[in-house]
């Protein structure tokens, strides 16, 4: 009988997308399986991603990371949720924050009762009833497993890091002898005959570098998964339509706020993510609607601290690879398909696509049904990170600019039309499958972009009034106790992680 497991894989491209690769794959299949990574340092990486999401401490944890001493290397801060600032109306802010939102009450979601309540003219906001939030507004952080002596969840964190010290962190990690790098430019893809699966690199030396499996990690350009395979992409750009970014670092700002802050421009919107040694900006914006000079100056204008450089442009269009796993290729990345940064959900689809990859690790056959299967997830995820993101454009008020009035009147995706019909009539959200995105997420942003439901769910009304106000007051309390315990984001940083990597 042939033996037709896979021996040997090869990536092409380094990165944060390539480096998470080499290291999870490595350590989850062993010697057995020869890793190869190549890559040139003629060629950059894009590396603007400095915000993540909880999922990421999946990652660490099964990679043995000590948190305190990754957050050393990587210039790291803690992340509770992202601020989007301007977005329904000028002037409006929310907090998209991790975590729970209060406590259900048997089937029926927290947030049927805060809706309940709401209709009070004294009554507290939703995040009152989240104890993310009320950390980040007092620019508090500890780890936090659970709210002591109540069923109420805890912290819920991500980071904030310098993606290439990331990429080289993990690098670091991997045992000796288990992934080999290789320095060079891809200068041809050499395909099998009969099935058309790849079966060697060329490199600009001369170097020939044969696999039986392909990872794509070369970026925008796809050089495996496109230039080779021509598998397609799908353009998303006339519902995410900005299509350019410029990033710049400035100096460390004088507060350590612990979250992600997106604050909405004439055409696109600017983030600012706080660093131990920088703070990270960048405009994300449409050039069909604002010049590459005017978008500049807006960045810069908008800077809490000093720039430490001059911005530096991107282009990109939004969408994904119509197929990201074709014949013995797998694309990860900017490869794979691009989502602007807005919910910080870049290093989490290389995550998931490694993961998915090694729950359906194939043989070099590369079985069709599986590999239909793994394109079929991918694309669910995707849309849905697409639905959400879309939501932030369309659900908008704003009339000031053509940029905004044009979002809000757009067609969107049934998928996202159905969602947010169904919370505007019933206030009823439902996380599909396993998809990204929690129903407290979700309802942060509907709510927060001023999409009203119409009612509530009918088993909100078994409570009396009395015994509602105790409920939400009970939780207010609890929520109150346990914020006032957590110590200033910036000294607890300096705490556990100590002095700044060199």
């Known amino acids: 009988m042939n033996d037709t497991r896979i021996r040997h894989v090869v990536i092409v491209g380094g990165g944060t997308a390539g480096w998470m690769a080499a290291t999870l794959l490595a350590r989850a299949l062993g010697p057995g399986v020869a890793i190869r990574l190549v890559e040139s340092a003629q060629i950059g990486t894009v590396g603007v991603g400095e915000a993540t999401i909880p999922q990421i401490r999946h990652i660490n944890r099964f990679l043995g990371i000590d948190e305190d001493e990754m957050l050393r290397f990587v210039h790291g801060t803690y992340k509770l949720g992202v601020q989007l600032n301007d977005f329904g109306r000028l002037g409006d802010s ?34 009152a009833y989240s104890l993310n939030a009320a950390a980040a507004d007092e620019n508090r952080f500890a780890p936090l497993e659970a709210v002591p002596d109540s069923p109420l969840g805890g912290i819920r964190y991500a980071y904030h890091f310098d993606a290439s010290r990331y990429a080289q962190y993990l690098r670091e990690r991997i045992a000796p002898g288990m992934v080999q790098r290789i320095e060079g430019k891809v200068v041809q893809v050499r395909l099998r005959d009969g099935d058309g699966f790849i079966e060697s690199l060329q490199l600009e030396g001369g170097e020939r570098v044969e696999g039986d499996f392909f990872i794509d990690c070369s970026g925008f350009r796809g050089l495996l998964i496109e230039e080779a395979l021509h598998t397609g992409y799908e353009n998303w750009q006339h519902w995410l339509p900005c299509d350019r970014a410029l990033a710049v670092a400035s100096a460390p700002g004088d507060r350590m706020r612990p979250y992600t802050q997106a604050s909405a421009r004439t055409a696109g919107w600017q983030w600012r993510i706080p660093l131990r040694h ?39 269009v939004t969408g994904m690879r119509r197929l990201a796993w074709s014949r013995n290729c797998l694309a990860l990345g900017l490869a794979a398909g691009f989502m602007e940064p807005l919910e910080s959900t870049s290093i989490h689809l290389v995550q998931s696509g490694i993961s998915r990859l090694l729950a359906m690790f194939p043989d070099r056959q590369c079985d069709p049904q599986l590999v239909d299967e793994y394109n079929r997830q991918t694309r669910f995820e995707y849309e849905r990170v697409r639905d959400f993101l879309i939501l932030h454009y369309k659900a908008t008020e704003r009339t000031d600019t053509p940029f905004w009035r044009q979002c809000g009147a757009m067609e969107i995706p049934p998928s996202l039309a159905r969602r947010i019909d169904l919370f505007r009539r019933t206030g009823m959200v439902f996380r599909e499958s396993d998809e990204l995105f929690t129903e407290p997420g979700w309802v942060q942003v509907l709510l927060g972009q001023r999409i009203e439901p119409a009612r509530h769910h009918p088993l909100a009304d078994a409570l009396t009034d009395e015994q509602l106000d105790g409920f939400l007051a009970d939780i207010r309390t609890l929520i109150g106790r346990a914020k006032n315990t957590l110590p200033p984001h910036e000294q607890f940083v300096a705490r556990a992680a100590g002095r700044v990597a060199a």
Do not use: I, K, M
């Not at 975590?99 to 009554?123: E, K, N, V």
């Open 278 to 316: 920088r703070t990270g900006n960048g405009h994300v914006y449409c050039s069909r609607f604002v010049s590459d000079d005017e978008a500049t100056a807006q960045l810069l204008a908008n800077l809490e601290t000093e720039p430490l450089g001059d911005p530096r442009p991107l282009r990109f």
């Open 94 to 127: 929310y907090l998209h924050a991790f975590g729970d939102l209060g406590l259900p009450l048997g089937l029926t979601p927290f947030h049927h009762y805060w809706l309940r309540s709401h209709s009070r003219a004294d009554a507290p906001g939703l995040w």
